[in-house]
């Protein structure tokens, strides 16, 4: 979304600002939520096992998510020696982020349009839209296979040993590759489709 859009148009600003609140909260709750059942204490014990927005947002990441399209919320701490499998169980945590996006992007999508869809947009059913689309943008963008992503640990825990360790050597320039991706704006390129796919399939396109 462009910037000039955000600061001429409030009610577009307040409708982003809220869906990305509650989509970070919901994401990062369910990173908190899996450690703790999986046997690490960690995220309990700092306050991170809760639905409260103060608990996981970072205000310049939100706002940085806002203007310029890529952000970040404050990451789960977690102990991997707590973990029965560390391997496998650090990847169900990270799955545990985006997976949460999306299941609550489809039951929000099944709450637009019980609320009559396009054919009756209002503020509520616009802020119910706007995060659904969020939380689709998020649990993609976060399944890419780069750290410090979800889905560079969701890949190293699919990963046989042999291969995970070399997996874990290419941790260093996940960041370069984001910001290259970022920078030349090819992110969008690689989003788009599956945006496109999820929108198509919750039923939240125009028409």
Sequence with gaps: MLLMELISNPIVFVLTLSALIVSISIHEFAHAYVADKLGDPTP???GRVTLNPKAH?????????V????GWGRPVPFNPINLANP????ALIALAGPMSNFILAG?????F???GGWSSIGFVSAFVFYTALYNIMLGIFNIL???????????????PHNLSIQWQQMQPYGMYILLFLVITRYIGYIIEPFLSFFMRLFGLTIG
């Excluded at 203007?67 to 890529?70: K, R, T």
């Excluded at 296979?145 to 990963?159: A, E, R, S, T």
């Design 67 to 70: 203007f310029a399209g890529i």
């Design 44 to 46: 309990r014990y700092l």
């Design 57 to 65: 947002l970072d205000p310049i990441g939100t706002l940085m998510l």
């Design 107 to 111: 039951v929000l999508s099944v709450i």
């Design 87 to 90: 391997k496998r169980d650090s």
């Design 113 to 115: 349009r019980l609320m």
């Design 145 to 159: 296979p780069f750290h410090p992503l979800d889905g560079f640990k969701i890949v190293n825990g699919l990963l």
